[in-house]
């Protein structure tokens, strides 16, 4: 079985400053990554994920997290932040065996909120 | 392309009273289906999926219900609602294992 914890439930930071969101998981197989952005009554989107190859990975609006597998981590960074950004952030996983459910287990979510 | 509906948005119900969210999607095939419910201030708790017409893993016991009748459309349904039911329910497809797409939601709370 898998778990995710994300281990800020809130990180406040000011307009342009850096931020990182942090991501750890627990399983026993290899997993898929993801990042899913939450804006208030909305559901949530998908801003990036780690599925194979480089373990880098980026979105269109300047976010990108890394899959570290020792540690088993998946943080989430951007060098600048906007006011836009505030929103509710989800790491999840899922495992790649072949019983192939597709299942992604949610960790409790990171509200980041840009001050002005 | 692949579009998720859901609803309704807002759902305002008294206790007791039956519960029907339906979701709904668009071009795809046999797509994965998943109900996840969201309370205030918590993460997604999963609460039903489904890999095919008629198939229906329950993740944790409760009031709800799910149905897929057709190959696009998946069902959550109680026959009387409690108070702890009321929360943002969320409504997902997902090919394979590569991520979700997500209903817009909807608000429901039980009075």
């Known amino acids: 079985a898998q778990s995710v914890t994300q281990l800020d439930s809130q990180v406040p930071v000011f307009e342009e400053a850096p931020v990182e969101l942090r991501c750890n998981y627990s399983s026993s197989v290899s997993v898929y990554l993801f990042w899913y952005v939450q804006y208030p009554n909305q559901g949530l989107q998908l801003l990036l994920k780690?599925?194979?190859?480089?373990?880098l990975v980026e979105s269109i609006n300047g976010f990108e997290a890394e899959f570290n597998k020792s540690q088993t981590s998946f943080h989430l960074r951007k060098p600048s932040v906007h006011i836009s950004d505030t929103a509710e952030y989800f790491c999840?996983?899922?495992?790649?065996?072949?019983?192939?459910?597709?299942?992604?287990?949610f960790g409790q979510g990171t509200t980041l909120q840009v001050k002005p | 392309s692949q579009t998720i509906h859901q609803w309704p948005a807002t759902l305002v119900q008294p206790v007791g009273s039956p519960l029907s969210l339906e979701c709904t999607v668009e071009?795809?095939?046999?797509?994965?289906l998943y109900w996840y419910r969201q309370a205030a201030g918590r993460g997604l708790q999963l609460l039903f999926y489904s890999v095919g017409i008629g198939q229906i893993s329950s993740e944790v016991p409760q009031n709800l219900s799910a149905s897929r009748p057709q190959d696009r459309q998946f069902i959550l349904s109680s026959k009387k609602l409690l108070l702890s039911d009321s929360g943002f329910y969320l409504c997902?497809?997902?090919?394979?294992?590569?991520?979700?797409?997500f209903g817009s939601g909807t608000r429901l709370t039980v009075v």
């Open positions: 071009g795809t095939s046999n797509p994965n």
């Open positions: 999840a996983v899922s495992d790649r065996s072949s019983s192939n459910t597709g299942k992604l287990i």
């Open positions: 780690y599925l194979s190859g480089s373990t």
């Open positions: 997902a497809w997902a090919e394979a294992n590569y991520g979700y797409t």
